[in-house]
């Protein structure tokens, strides 16, 4: 089944509008989560470019923050930008094993590929995407035998059920290359 990005709109929307009072939107060139305030009634998810994956890592972030962060523009997180550091990239990368473990568990839940994102290609080295695709594997496979964030199983459920994938093992999140 294809993955379209208005699909995942209207159930994201569907799932958590009335509920969460945020709506996910198709953005420009960079994605940004905007609390509810005088010019929208709702809080929302704004990813980029129309790029499923960029939409799926957006709602991963949306989907373990907590309703402080929720509250605050891209919840309140620091963003830096290409061009880090080896500190500060690992400092990056430890911040967003969880999302990014959230992210690989949608996209299994719904058939599409996922790779991890380290963000920085112009850095002063070249980041170990090995390493940091295994750490996140094993968030993954806590969630899966711990519990899911309440926001993520529910769009896990929503999105297994319309893409028609009956359950989620460990066997779908294979050790990289």
Sequence with gaps: MPHNYNT??????????????TELVLGGDEPLYLP????????????????????????????????????????GYWYEPDGR??????????????PQAVEWILSASCGFRFQVSC?????????????????VREQVLRYLEQGMPERAQMLSD???????????ASTQFPMPA
């Design 119 to 135: 963000d920085n290609l112009s850095g002063d080295t070249e980041p170990d995407r090995v390493g940091f695709t295994v750490k």
């Design 36 to 75: 509810a305030d005088v010019a929208s009634a709702h809080h929302r998810i704004i990813f980029a470019r129309g790029f499923f994956a960029s939409a799926m890592h957006e709602i991963a972030h949306w989907c373990i923050a907590g309703p402080q962060r929720r509250l605050l523009e891209d919840y």
């Design 158 to 168: 929503r999105l297994r059920g319309y893409y028609h994938v009956d359950f989620l």
């Design 85 to 98: 550091t080896d500190a500060v990239q690992a400092e990056f990368e430890n911040v967003e094993i969880k």
């Design 8 to 21: 995942l709109i209207n159930i994201f929307n569907d799932t958590f509008l009335e509920r969460f009072n």
